[in-house]
Structures are given as C-alpha cells and as structure tokens.
C-alpha cells in the first residue's frame, strides 16, 4: 500500500446529531482524542461558534483543557479562537494557563470570523469591523505573552508571559499575508479551490517574516475534509450529513445537527438544496486509501504543506472513526 509521509492532525467541531444533547457532543470529542491520539495523529484541536444548534463547541479553550486533561501526548489547541471575539489580553491568560498545566503540549491557533448574524454579534459585542482590527489584536496578543502590551504598561498577562504556545493563524487566501507578517504557521482550507490554495501558500512563504514569538521558517497546513472507507460510495456517503447541513444553512440560515446519510439521500430537495449539496460534496478528499493517497500526495506535493489537518464529521460515528484509522494507516501513524 502506498503511503503518504506528511503529518496529520485533527480539527473536531463537536458536531450535534439529530435528536442527542449537546452534551454528548462534547463527551464525543473528548473519547475521539483519545482514539486519535493512540492512532499517532499530530494534534487534536477544536473550535469556537456561537448560536449554532449543530456545533456544541462555543468555548474552545475550556473544552481544550478537558482534551489535553484526558490524552497524554498529543497536541491539543483551537482551530481555533475567534479573536475579534475577545480581548487579547483574556486569550493570553488562557492560554498561560493551558500552557502552564500541559507544558509543551498547547497549540494556539486564532481566525478573524465573528459571528454569522447580527444578534449573535450583539449578543458578543462586536461589530463586522472587528475583522478589520484582526491584525492589531493579534499583535498586541503576541505582545502579552512577551511581557506586556505596549499601550498598558506595568499590566501583565500572568501566567503567559514568556510561555508562548505555538501560533497558528486559521486563514483564507487574504489571512495568508497576515499570518506571514505575524511570523505565524499558515492554517489555509479550501482544498477545491486548488489554484487560489496554491497562489496564497506561495505568497505566504515570500512574505513570511520570522518573529522572536513566531517560527524562525513558514509552515503551511492544509486542512479539509477527507474520508477514507472501503469504496469511494462509503467514502462519500459518510461526508453527506455535513455536505447537507451545509446546503440547509445556505438556503434557510440555521445550520442544524448531522442526520442519517440514508434519510437525506432519499430526501426531495429544492434544485437550490441540491446545488448546493452537491457543490459541498466537490470539496472534500474522499474514496478508497489508493485514491485518497494520490489526490492528497499531489495536493502536498503541489503546495510544499508541511502537515494536513482533517476537519471530516459524520453522523456514523463508527464510520467516521473507520476513516481516520485508514488515514492514519496511510500516514504510517497507527
């Protein structure tokens, strides 16, 4: 069997399933970074959303500390912290803390996205210009953990500075440039848009300017959806849930819990449900190992990423854990 040779990590929603309480949810994520853990994935992180009745996961830094609580080795951090959410200063001191418990262990990965509606954005303070402040927020929460921001002197950020966790920034084709001045890892998905995906990487790695609280070097990791099972029909039947429920919140504005594969392909849906439907199927990577190892070589090989983080949900989870034990096989991890 042909392997591929690039680390791989996990990125979990906490996706709720029709009918089950968040809660389980959240207990699920917790159990499957235990198994991805002992399958020799690199990392395990989770993420922040806020009034989504299909994503348990609003507060990624306690349910970070829940995951690294309950695995020994791997990686855990957010992919990640939506800073215009949040005063710097409150991430710092999280992460110090994170940090400080699981030594070594603590990813800090952030993204500019605020939330979808205006009400959510009430409920949290924050205005769509706060993506515009993006970049200033992320400088000056660079600055706490290197001994105190620059516009409030003798204030510190106890217990983070000097810890400095890893520093990810989740981006599309325009968040590329800042995570280069930053001197930040590169987290970029879009994996069917292969030729903007590409020309962003590039364009990160010519500007990347290394930083004292950054990488000395660009890092690059690719994240999407992949599914691996016995055929490509398996493959593809375990990615319909999310590729529906992302068709639902396009077309009626709520993004709703996974439901059976089975029900939703026997579902009669508007041709605007369809297209949709369909187009979110495009996207990810999926079918047997040999087909999957070949479309993610060349996407590797083509963009020089340095790690793959997989962001694959499903409504099976027998399946969805089948998958990431094919992945990791292909990977040499399990």
């Known amino acids: 069997m042909t392997r591929t040779r690039i680390p791989?990590?996990?990125?979990?929603?906490?996706?709720?399933?029709?009918?089950?309480?968040?809660?389980?949810?959240?207990?699920?994520?917790?159990?499957?970074?235990?198994?991805?853990?002992?399958?020799?994935?690199?990392?395990?992180?989770?993420?922040?959303?806020?009034?989504?009745?299909?994503?348990?996961?609003s507060a990624p830094t306690v349910?970070?500390?829940?995951?690294?609580?309950?695995?020994?080795?791997?990686?855990?951090?957010?992919?990640?912290?939506?800073?215009?959410?949040?005063?710097?200063?409150?991430?710092?001191?999280?992460?110090?803390?994170?940090?400080?418990?699981?030594?070594?262990?603590?990813?800090?990965?952030?993204?500019?996205?605020?939330?979808?509606?205006?009400?959510?954005?009430?409920?949290?303070g924050v205005g769509k210009e706060a993506v515009e402040e993006f970049e200033v927020r992320l400088g000056e929460l660079v600055e706490w953990f290197d001994g105190g921001a620059a516009a409030y002197p003798q204030v510190h950020a106890w217990p983070a500075e000097r810890l400095r966790p890893p520093l990810f920034v989740l981006a599309n084709d325009a968040g590329a440039d800042i995570a280069a001045r930053a001197g930040a890892a590169l987290v970029i998905g879009g994996l069917r848009k292969e030729d903007r995906l590409v020309e962003a990487v590039e364009r990160y790695r010519k500007a990347f300017r290394p930083s004292a609280a950054g990488r000395a070097e660009p890092y690059v990791v690719l994240a999407g959806d992949i599914a691996v099972a016995a055929t490509e029909e398996e493959a593809r039947r375990?990615?319909?849930?999310?590729?529906?429920?992302?068709?639902?919140?396009?077309?009626?504005?709520?993004?709703?819990?996974?439901?059976?594969?089975?029900?939703?392909?026997?579902?009669?849906?508007?041709?605007?449900e369809r297209g949709h439907f369909e187009t979110a199927l495009r996207g990810p990577v999926y079918g047997t190992e040999e087909q999957v190892v070949r479309r993610l070589s060349a996407l590797v090989e083509r963009?020089?990423?340095?790690?793959?983080?997989?962001?694959?949900?499903?409504?099976?989870?027998?399946?969805?854990?089948?998958?990431?034990?094919?992945?990791?096989?292909?990977?040499?991890?399990?």
Not at 248 to 253: A, E, I, N, V, W
């Open 238 to 272: 375990l990615l319909v849930p999310e590729a529906w429920a992302l068709a639902y919140s396009r077309t009626h504005g709520v993004f709703p819990p996974l439901e059976p594969a089975e029900e939703i392909e026997g579902r009669a849906m508007t041709d605007r």
């Open 63 to 124: 349910l970070a500390g829940a995951v690294a609580a309950a695995t020994s080795r791997i990686r855990v951090g957010t992919g990640g912290v939506m800073l215009p959410n949040h005063r710097p200063m409150v991430v710092a001191e999280q992460f110090g803390v994170l940090e400080s418990l699981f030594p070594g262990r603590i990813d800090l990965g952030v993204g500019r996205s605020v939330g979808f509606t205006d009400g959510i954005r009430r409920a949290l």
């Open 8 to 57: 791989l990590s996990v990125l979990d929603r906490s996706r709720t399933r029709r009918g089950r309480p968040p809660g389980e949810a959240l207990r699920d994520t917790v159990r499957f970074a235990r198994e991805a853990e002992a399958l020799g994935y690199r990392r395990f992180w989770v993420s922040e959303h806020h009034s989504v009745p299909g994503v348990a996961g």
């Open 303 to 334: 963009t020089g990423a340095d790690e793959v983080l997989v962001t694959t949900s499903g409504y099976d989870r027998v399946a969805l854990l089948d998958s990431y034990r094919r992945l990791a096989g292909l990977a040499g991890g399990a």
